[in-house]
């Protein structure tokens, strides 16, 4: 139920975080899309920026259960729709969600299980075990 008037051209929707892992989401050609530049808008340390669709454009949210397993290093995007009463939004999300079943909790390997590594060392490292591999 809305509580705007009629005069109103946009309807705020309530804001919201994605509850999985990630969120694939393409809007279609109308706007209306909006993402909180800071931690969570009742923190106050940011404002909403309204996110432009782009024609064959996908829009990716990170989720809670992410947020979760990186240990708050991926904050869940906070977001919001306006809707029209004057124009139609499609949107088509694809929500990644692991199964109901998942154990969520962060993952303790996460800062800690790699040592500074630079693409050439990866490419060392692969050329030594591919060495490895091959006797």
């Not at 999985?20 to 530049?37: F, H």
């Amino acid at each position: 139920m809305s509580t705007t008037s009629t005069t109103t051209p946009s309807i705020w929707r309530i804001k919201t975080t994605d509850s999985g892992v990630l969120t694939v989401l393409m809007q279609g050609e109308q706007d209306g899309l909006e993402v909180y530049s800071g931690s969570k808008e009742d923190r106050n340390d940011g404002h909403w920026v309204p996110v432009p669709p782009v024609p064959g454009g996908l829009t990716i949210n990170t989720g809670d259960m992410l947020q979760v397993w990186s240990n708050d290093l991926y904050q869940a995007a906070e977001h919001r729709v306006r809707a029209s009463r004057d124009r139609v939004r499609y949107s088509a999300p694809f929500f990644y969600n692991p199964s109901y079943d998942t154990l969520v909790t962060p993952l303790t390997c996460y800062v800690t299980c790699y040592d500074e590594l630079s693409i050439q060392d990866d490419n060392v490292s692969n050329e030594e075990s591919d060495k490895t591999a091959i006797k």
